[in-house]
């Protein structure tokens, strides 16, 4: 078997795999978030602000995502307006045009850039008096083209494409300097030097002329550099800052003659050095050249964003600081008026954070006091204007070719004007659940709509118009997918990368994969040679998360040889990549079913446009070609238990329960692992290596057989692979003990039952019901330590085998399921983040309603902002708790605060250091407050990603007292979270000593719930 990633990566679902929705639902567009790493420049009276990156969110509605590369916005300032105009996101109408890439009209997801803050400069190219704004490259244009924005016709189009440097790497200019050089009005250049993604280092240099559009090649420059800023003053190029050398916050200032090639010495020698040293050393500044001096403003200094303009003049090769800027800013956007020297700064970190508005000031440099006037806020940092305020209930029934229910079949929803096909490149997928069923919000619209499961064929696409109204669409899979022609096919391909060869994605495993180089740009073709003509059923393609955002699949029954000439018949075309159904592990499946086969020889996959997911190199596991002979889909759970010792079988099915876990193969219940397909039906699989996770879809191989003691039928594997990890769970069915032991029909799958302890050995304990004689029944619980008390009532849950025997996952600790609300925030009250977020943590949000140490909420219930009290729960292989999934009130701020409350019962009284050892471990990000039992425990005002157990909470105070305590009965824990920017989550788990000694900590083992019961 397939050996997996050592961190189980949970599959994005647009929707919960086994919820069913009642009512349409209203999702709020998410909180914005300013752009940065971009510049903006003054041309023709106007400030023109274009790319930059911001976060990722996805509307849970319509299934689209906007990812961290929010680089197509563009806006522009008017001064005499004073009003910013903008392009927000996709086809909008809007003038001016978002930056549109690949030249075609529209701007699609994949495009845009982020390049930097010194990677753009306007110049009238085609005379009309107009000039037109220029971006060089920037992350992800891997071609090294200028984006060229047209205002006369509002149009981008993309030119100069580069043809990479003699030594190789990437042609993405990033964070690094392109510098306009007029050398006369006919003739002008662009100097594109330093920076990421720009060669094989930091010190490539190139230079472009705009007239004849062609690129020189230039000898690298005297060190390393990016993140720094510059420009050309008569006839001289200037690098200012960044890092230099591999030393961050550098403060040297470098000068190159254009018309010489020269870089210069101050020495007066043949050396090159800096001509001059900055005041204060920073990265990614504004930058701007008023009266034939260079202004560095702000950027990222070693202590924090720097609020400082510096000024350069090379005449007398000396810096000053003209003043101060209303707050500290890097990666953000400044520009000056040649004309009038009007000075415009906004946008990016300021103060350092990545603010949830962007404000713009305006000064004049030739102000003595340098007054700061605030502008309107940029609107373009809101790119949501095709967001989709609700959606209506579709739901449906998917059978398979025998008219039964088929659970875990994918549901894939496409939008018409997408094509056809509706399991490949879809918008919306969902999964059906156990009984075959599926439930999933639509917004208005006209679709495709289609089923696939592992092995079958897709379902036709189904017209759909979702209107304002619940709609139900029932489907049906009708066959059983053919079988794969292309293993072992002769393939070709313009790029592979080392240990990704072609042949990896035709060899029939779906953990080798083929590559192409990075940085060999956009366009590539993977063409199949199956050898003979053959009829073809269909394709299933399994990318790597570098799939193509666009691409078209063609046919030939000629030779496909690239070297010949084949005639070529289009037969798939995805114009925006939908991304396909994301299976977990870095793996996405498209599968095109063609309604009548198509012939073929050859099939070539045409690759024209990266995805919005990954730029830079495309990835595929396997292409499966379907001819037309049906292959022979795995058989159900339930039918497998029917058929006599000793029968193969193959079965596809929902890992539930595993004797694998982070440490390796169970001691408790190894080479063992259960499949479910249902909530009524699964079975015991035994095999040699079960590196089986729960939630994972696994293909199983093996022989049916008994077990002789207790009469259980399981599984014999001789054959386990992973096929996808979905985070499928299903929910243990609650049943007494009784009914586990004295019938076979729970047997396989998770259980749920209860008790009390009343015999222990190493890791196995047995529950009574405690019924009594000679009614009581007994459950053995197999399971590694701690194990509870004997007297101690607790639930267990787990996978039930014959003869009453339950195995339950390793039990960790962590709190998994919790009580929630939020978002509330002060306002800024001045100074750093710390100071921020302590302002949170200290203010009463709850007063109102009883105050943070005597409140009990109950899921329901109204907090002093409007929203409610919510029940949030993790998967039981999951630890942290990802706090930027739940929809919070927005508090109209930067930080966000919220509750998370939980009950924990005691059978007895747990000390601290005095006794049991008990502690509380909590892992956060970023700081935190505890309340327990009303008594505030512990603080800590900290920036950082969430781990596990980053804090262990003392339990000691200076007398040797416990600081807190478990009473018998049910006991409070509230818990209080901020977050400063990025990341959000948290985790927590109570913690004992060892009772069989040897000091280490162990879990304790006691009932939580969300309210006491």
């Known amino acids: 078997m397939q050996k997996k990633f050592?961190?189980?990566?949970?599959?994005?679902?647009?929707?919960?795999?086994?919820?069913?929705?009642?009512?349409?639902?209203?999702?709020?567009?998410?909180?914005?978030?300013?752009?940065?790493?971009?510049?903006?420049?003054?041309?023709?009276?106007?400030?023109h602000w274009a790319g930059g990156y911001g976060n990722t969110v996805t509307n849970p509605v319509s299934g689209r995502t906007y990812y961290n590369n929010r680089q197509s916005g563009y806006s522009i300032y008017d001064p005499i307006t004073n009003k910013w105009s903008s392009s927000k996101w996709s086809d909008d109408p809007q003038s001016p045009a978002g930056i549109d890439n690949n030249g075609d009209g529209i701007v699609a997801e994949p495009e845009g850039t982020y390049p930097g803050t010194c990677q753009m400069f306007a110049y009238d190219r085609n005379g009309d008096g107009k000039k037109e704004i220029w971006i060089h490259a920037g992350y992800p244009c891997w071609d090294g083209e200028f984006l060229v924005y047209d205002p006369a016709a509002n149009k981008w189009s993309k030119v100069g494409i580069?043809?990479?440097?003699?030594?190789?790497?990437?042609?993405?200019?990033?964070?690094?300097?392109?510098?306009?050089?007029?050398e006369s009005p006919t003739?002008?250049?662009?100097?594109?030097?330093?920076?990421?993604?720009?060669?094989?280092?930091?010190?490539?240099?190139?230079?472009?002329?705009?007239?004849?559009?062609?690129?020189?090649?230039?000898?690298?420059?005297?060190?390393?550099?990016?993140?720094?800023?510059?420009?050309?003053?008569?006839g001289k190029l200037y690098l200012a800052g960044g890092n230099q050398n591999g030393v961050g916050f550098s403060k040297g200032i470098w000068e190159y003659n254009c018309a010489t090639g020269q870089w210069t010495d101050p020495a007066g020698g043949t050396t090159p050095a800096p001509v001059a040293q900055l005041i204060e050393g920073v990265e990614r500044a504004a930058v701007g050249v008023y009266n034939g001096k260079l202004y560095i403003i702000g950027g990222q200094a070693s202590a924090g964003d720097y609020n400082g303009i510096q000024v350069f003049d090379p005449v007398t090769r000396s810096v000053t600081l003209l003043g101060t800027l209303p707050i500290g800013m890097s990666r953000h956007g400044g520009c000056i008026d040649p004309a009038t020297g009007d000075i415009y700064v906004g946008a990016g970190r300021q103060g350092g954070v990545y603010l949830t508005y962007e404000p713009w000031w305006k000064a004049n440099v030739n102000d003595p006091s340098l007054t700061w006037t605030r502008l309107p806020d940029d609107p373009a940092y809101f790119p949501y204007q095709d967001w989709v305020a609700g959606g209506e209930p579709l739901s449906g029934a998917v059978t398979g070719p025998d008219g039964k229910p088929l659970p875990l079949a994918v549901v894939a929803i496409k939008r018409q004007s997408r094509g056809p096909y509706a399991t490949a490149d879809a918008q919306i997928y969902t999964l059906t659940d156990g009984t075959g069923r599926y439930s999933v919000e639509v917004p208005p619209g006209d679709y495709y709509v289609a089923a696939w499961r592992y092995a079958y064929k897709p379902s036709p696409d189904k017209t759909l118009t979702m209107g304002a109204s619940p709609q139900t669409l029932d489907l049906q899979i009708t066959e059983a997918a053919g079988q794969n022609v292309a293993v072992g096919a002769t393939v070709y391909a313009t790029s592979e990368n080392s240990g990704q060869p072609a042949t990896a994605a035709v060899d029939n495993d779906m953990w080798s994969r083929w590559s192409t180089v990075g940085g060999t740009g956009s366009y590539h073709l993977y063409i199949i040679d199956l050898g003979s003509v053959q009829d073809i059923s269909g394709l299933t393609i399994y990318w790597e998360t570098a799939r193509p955002g666009i691409y078209s699949i063609d046919f030939t029954t000629d030779d496909p040889n690239p070297s010949g000439s084949a005639t070529w018949t289009n037969v798939y075309n995805c114009p925006k990549g939908g991304g396909g159904f994301d299976m977990g592990y870095g793996h996405f499946v498209d599968a095109i079913g063609f309604t009548t086969p198509k012939q073929a020889r050859g099939i070539r996959f045409v690759f024209t446009a990266f995805s919005q997911w990954w730029q830079g190199n495309y990835s595929a596991y396997e292409f499966v070609v379907h001819n037309t002979t049906p292959g022979t889909p795995p058989i159900s759970i339930s039918?497998?238990?029917?058929?006599?010792?000793?029968?193969?079988?193959?079965?596809?099915?929902?890992?539930?329960?595993?004797?694998?876990?982070?440490?390796?193969?169970?001691?408790?219940?190894?080479?063992?692992?259960?499949?479910?397909?249902?909530?009524?039906?699964?079975?015991r699989v035994e095999y040699t290596d079960p590196v089986a996770w729960p939630g994972e879809w696994d293909y199983v191989k093996g022989t049916v057989e008994t077990d002789p003691t207790t009469g259980e039928r399981y599984i014999q594997a001789t054959e386990v692979q992973t096929w996808a990890f979905l985070g499928v769970e299903f929910a243990p069915q609650a049943m007494n003990n009784k009914a586990c032991v004295e019938t076979k029909n729970p047997w396989g799958i998770r259980v749920k039952t209860w008790g009390k302890v009343t015999d222990m050995v190493p890791d196995q304990f047995m529950i009574s019901d405690n019924a009594g004689a000679p009614n009581e029944v007994d459950i053995q619980v197999k399971r590694r330590s701690p194990a509870p008390e004997i007297g101690a009532f607790v639930t267990v849950s787990g996978a039930l085998a014959g003869g009453g025997v339950l195995f339950e996952w390793p039990f960790d600790g962590y709190i998994r399921n919790w009580l929630m609300h939020g978002g509330y925030s002060v306002a800024n009250p001045g100074g750093n983040e710390y100071d921020w977020q302590q302002a949170n943590l200290s203010e009463d949000f709850l007063a109102s309603v009883g105050g943070e140490a005597n409140i009990q909420p109950r899921p329901g219930d109204i907090g002093p902002n409007g929203a409610p009290w919510f029940v949030w729960s993790i998967k039981p292989w999951e630890a942290i708790i990802d706090l930027n999934k739940p929809t919070w009130k927005p508090s109209g701020q930067v930080q966000t605060c919220i509750y998370a409350s939980v009950w924990v019962w005691a059978d007895r009284t747990y000390t601290g250091e005095s006794g049991d050892g008990l502690e509380l471990w909590v892992g956060s990000?970023?700081?935190?407050?505890?309340?327990?039992?009303?008594?505030?425990?512990?603080?800590?005002?900290?920036?950082?990603?969430?781990?596990?157990?980053?804090?262990?909470?003392?339990?000691?105070?200076?007398?040797?007292?416990?600081?807190?305590?478990?009473?018998?009965?049910?006991?409070?824990?509230?818990?209080?979270?901020?977050?400063?920017?990025?990341?959000?989550?948290?985790?927590?788990?109570l913690m004992v000593n060892d009772p069989s000694g040897g000091g280490e900590k162990v879990p304790l083992l006691l009932p939580y719930s969300v309210v006491p019961w």
């Open 925 to 989: 990000d970023d700081g935190y407050k505890v309340y327990w039992n009303g008594t505030a425990i512990y603080e800590n005002n900290i920036w950082r990603g969430v781990g596990r157990d980053q804090d262990r909470i003392p339990n000691s105070d200076w007398a040797g007292g416990d600081l807190y305590v478990l009473n018998p009965g049910w006991n409070h824990i509230l818990f209080k979270v901020n977050n400063i920017t990025g990341g959000f989550g948290m985790c927590a788990r």
């Open 162 to 182: 580069f043809p990479g440097f003699s030594d190789g790497g990437y042609k993405a200019q990033y964070l690094g300097v392109a510098a306009l050089w007029e």
């Open 6 to 47: 050592g961190i189980l990566a949970m599959a994005t679902l647009l929707v919960a795999c086994f919820a069913v929705a009642c009512a349409a639902a209203v999702y709020l567009p998410p909180d914005p978030h300013p752009r940065f790493n971009a510049q903006a420049i003054f041309a023709d009276g106007k400030v």
């Open 187 to 234: 003739q002008a250049w662009v100097f594109c030097a330093g920076g990421g993604f720009w060669g094989p280092d930091n010190k490539s240099f190139a230079k472009y002329n705009i007239q004849s559009d062609t690129w020189t090649e230039l000898p690298d420059m005297p060190a390393t550099m990016i993140s720094h800023v510059g420009a050309v003053i008569n």
């Open 639 to 683: 039918a497998a238990k029917q058929l006599p010792d000793g029968s193969p079988v193959e079965l596809f099915s929902v890992v539930s329960v595993s004797g694998a876990s982070e440490f390796g193969n169970s001691p408790i219940f190894p080479n063992t692992f259960w499949l479910q397909e249902s909530n009524v039906s699964g079975i």
